[in-house]
Nanobody, 114 residues
Framework: QVQLVESGGGLVQPGGSLRLSCAAS????????MNWYRQAPGKQRELVAI???????NYADSVKGRFTISRDNTKNTVYLQMNSLKPEDTAVYYC????????WGQGTQVTVSS
């Protein structure tokens, strides 16, 4: 079955960096686009970044120039490098893939605070 396991979240000061990882299994990873979403308290889940199976990327305007999505098909893992973090980046970050249905990881908490 499809499994997505996120890691790498934590507490960081404004201006700091974090790198999230999402380890995938149960499907042919290299054949699917992978997505990162986030959900802040009291807000709807929003799309943060997309990487296609060919490696093309797209970002939400709020993170362009600060976040970078990448993938390693040899490790079945997608990453989200987050730089210049702001308090408004605080959220639970989720990995997502559409393999027929939508599959989600359990999420990893990112807190940006001084």
């Amino acid at each position: 079955q499809v499994q997505l396991v996120e890691s790498g979240g934590g507490l960081v000061q404004p201006g700091g960096s974090l790198r999230l990882s999402c380890a995938a299994s149960g499907f042919t990873f290299s054949s699917y686009a992978m997505n990162w979403y986030r959900q802040a308290p009291g807000k709807q889940r929003e799309l943060v970044a997309i990487i296609t199976r060919g490696g093309s990327t797209n970002y939400a305007d709020s993170v362009k120039g600060r976040f970078t999505i990448s993938r390693d098909n040899t490790k079945n893992t997608v990453y989200l490098q987050m730089n210049s973090l702001k308090p408004e980046d605080t959220a639970v970050y989720y990995c997502n893939v559409m393999v027929g249905n939508a599959y989600w990881g359990q999420g990893t908490q990112v807190t940006v605070s001084s």
